[in-house]
């Protein structure tokens, strides 16, 4: 009984044994191949920010008793890895009432150009009292995007759904010259 014991213990020892040098030696190839990863992400990263542009505005748009809504930035962000291209622009709403508020961009052109709705995507709420960062993107999945070369101008839709008496419509012309 004593010598199946032992050989038992002695088969487990050296199979945790072989256990721990496979598991250290994959280790260090996962680790390896993983930092080959990083290089590439970051490679492909710097490329992308070499399309990359963006126009820092800081701009006042409406001030009112109800909303104060300034223009931060826009940008032309290139993501080569996905193949797409989209235009951010951010607003930083701030909500001066009581009640949450939602902000949508309409009537969207890019260069005299009406822009499709379909490459359109702006709604945010705020609520009473808060700060959100509101972001139009335009982007279109199934071709080109409109040419964005000297100004973007929209109606800023602001309105409340719990209150159907409050509306603003503010005229944004954005000059990208």
């Not at 969207?108 to 379909?118: E, L, P, T, Y």
Request: aromatic content about 4%; glycine content about 4%.
């Amino acid at each position: 009984m004593k010598k199946l014991i032992s050989l038992s213990l002695v088969a487990l020892l050296l199979l945790l044994g072989a256990c721990s040098s496979t598991s250290s030696s994959s280790e260090k190839e996962i680790k390896s191949a993983s930092g080959e990863e990083k290089t590439q992400k970051t490679e492909a990263t710097d490329e992308a920010a070499d399309d990359n542009q963006k126009k820092e505005l800081n701009q006042a748009i409406a001030d009112t008793e109800n909303v104060k809504v300034t223009l931060l930035n826009v940008e032309k962000v290139v993501d080569k890895e996905w193949d797409e291209e989209k235009f951010l622009v951010n607003f930083e709403v701030e909500n001066k009432r009581e009640d949450t508020i939602e902000v949508q961009a309409r009537e969207v052109s890019a260069d005299g150009k009406m822009v499709d709705d379909s490459m359109l995507n702006m709604s945010t709420e705020v609520s009473g009292g808060k700060k959100a960062d509101a972001v139009l993107t335009i982007q279109n999945y199934d071709g080109d995007l409109p040419a964005l070369e000297e100004n973007l101008e929209m109606i800023l839709y602001i309105f409340s759904w719990e209150d159907d008496n409050f509306e603003e419509k503010h005229q944004v012309t954005i000059d990208l010259k």
